[in-house]
């Protein structure tokens, strides 16, 4: 069926350098994407989404940027800290549903 | 402001007992609602979503149910537990019932079933 996966399982990364995360997804019918963060034991918390109308969206320190043709997603971190370590979800948003991924999880070396 | 709370926090249940869980969201009105559990090192499984009060749709055929007895409470339950109950269990809400909207996550349930 169609899912939405990341490339990656995990990503070690220096404090201070920018972090890529990405994420392909297959349903070429989705419109809506959502990047979320999961801190260990916690619930996801949203972060970041971009609709299909744009290809690219800054937030604070963060910018998802979506190419369509090639069904791709991917989120940029800059100056990564400590505090961004967490596993990272890309996610699908079709009608009510979400698709969770495996995730990538995030790992910032001092 | 709106905030979703989710108790208990962890449990400990053997193998055949019953489980109750609960889910509540302040704030807002008529919200969507949702159910997942998650595996260790996994993603997140839909298992019951709820547009509205009584309104129960199941995503996975389990020994699991939901209900909705009011518009901002959900419930997650079990008449006998199995071992592979066991997982992070968490509740979430969005508004609308169409596509493109955030869905805000509770602080999740640990349930270890022994």
């Known amino acids: 069926g169609e899912s939405v996966g990341l490339h990656l399982p995990t990503l070690s990364v220096q404090e201070g350098d920018n972090s890529i995360i990405n994420c392909a997804y297959s349903?070429?019918?989705?419109?809506?994407f959502i990047w979320y963060k999961q801190e260990s034991g916690k619930g996801p918390q949203f972060i970041i989404d971009?609709?299909?109308?744009?290809d690219k969206r800054q937030g604070q320190r963060v910018t998802v940027l979506l190419n369509k043709t090639v069904k791709h997603l991917s989120l940029q971190i800059a100056a990564t800290q400590p505090g961004d370590s967490a596993v990272y979800f890309c996610?699908?948003?079709?009608?009510?549903?979400?698709?969770f991924g495996g995730g990538t999880r995030l790992m910032v070396k001092p | 402001s709106q905030t979703i709370h989710q108790w208990p926090a962890t449990l400990v249940q053997p193998v055949g007992s019953p489980l109750s869980l609960e889910c509540t969201v302040e704030?807002?009105?008529?919200?969507?609602l949702y159910w997942y559990r998650q595996a260790a090192g996994r993603g997140l499984q839909l298992l019951f979503y709820?547009?509205?009060?009584?309104?129960i749709s199941s995503e996975v055929p389990q020994n699991l149910s939901a209900s909705r007895p009011q518009d901002r409470q959900f419930i997650l339950s079990s008449k006998k537990l199995l071992l592979s109950d066991s997982g992070f269990y968490l509740c979430?809400?969005?508004?609308?019932?169409?596509?493109?909207?955030?869905?805000?996550f509770g602080p999740g349930t640990r349930l270890t079933v022994t």
């Open positions: 709820s547009v509205g009060i009584g309104q």
């Open positions: 349903n070429s019918a989705s419109d809506y």
């Open positions: 979430a809400w969005s508004q609308g019932t169409s596509g493109g909207y955030e869905q805000y």
């Open positions: 704030g807002t009105s008529n919200p969507n």
């Open positions: 996610v699908d948003n079709a009608g009510n549903m979400l698709t």
């Open positions: 971009i609709r299909s109308n744009m």
